[in-house]
């Protein structure tokens, strides 16, 4: 039986990335949990720039990490951890959006008001740094109109087709590099500028005013819903170990000749 470890005593794991697959491959499955932890909110981003539903996310990690497990030997490190964990999730989520037939495309996103591409002005591949309102001496009143805000901007995001969303997500929550998204996404550094210049084009068309908080807290995914997402992954993992072992006494039972002890 796979006994799920305290948060706390994974996040203090000090093992690498390296360090921490190469104990998984030698055997050691929390090991794997502990990577689970450290891209929970990575992974659940990374679905979301994808699919605009939460529960269709989490099936994508579950399937993802699934898919990480069980070909976790193949990683040589040639990239980071990080980065081939979310071409992962991204192919299981393109996959799931398939199936659900969700394709947005964009010239149909463009025909609603509001949505259409603004023209940034300038060079399209040439970013600018997101601009934060100051919220060290906000009041009730300012937390309620921040919280509306932020409820308005998930829903205009969620409205933005995957491959703006996607690169949204991934610069201006996640906060990775243009070369880090690049890499994940598998696209160049000026296709990623140029998405997502556009996403923040048409959120501006949305909202009617440029961003104006911090978007590191949007998409969280901690707490609760991370302990759950753990135990049913780790329990796949387990059910995929057991079943690779039934099948390996098998194909011993029938190779072994008859007769013999």
Known sequence: RLTVMPHAVLAADPRTDAELVRA??????????VIVRRFNRLMFRTARGIVRDDSLAQDVMQEAYLRAFLSLSTWRGEAALSTWLVRIA????????HRQARWVSLEALASQPGLSVVDTGGDPTQEFPMTHADRSE???EDLAAQGQLRRLLERGI???????RSVFILRAIEELSVEQTAQALAVSADVVK???ARARSMLRGLLGTDIGQPLSEFYAFDGERCDAMVATVMAAVMNAVLAHARSA???EEEGRPRGAA
């Open 24 to 33: 998984v491959c030698q055997g050691d499955l929390p090991a794997f949990e």
């Open 249 to 251: 006494t098998v194909n």
């Open 138 to 140: 906000s009041g009730p």
């Open 194 to 196: 140029t998405r997502y």
């Open 90 to 97: 991204i192919h299981v989520a393109l996959d799931v959006q």
């Open 158 to 164: 969620d409205q933005l087709p995957p491959m703006y």
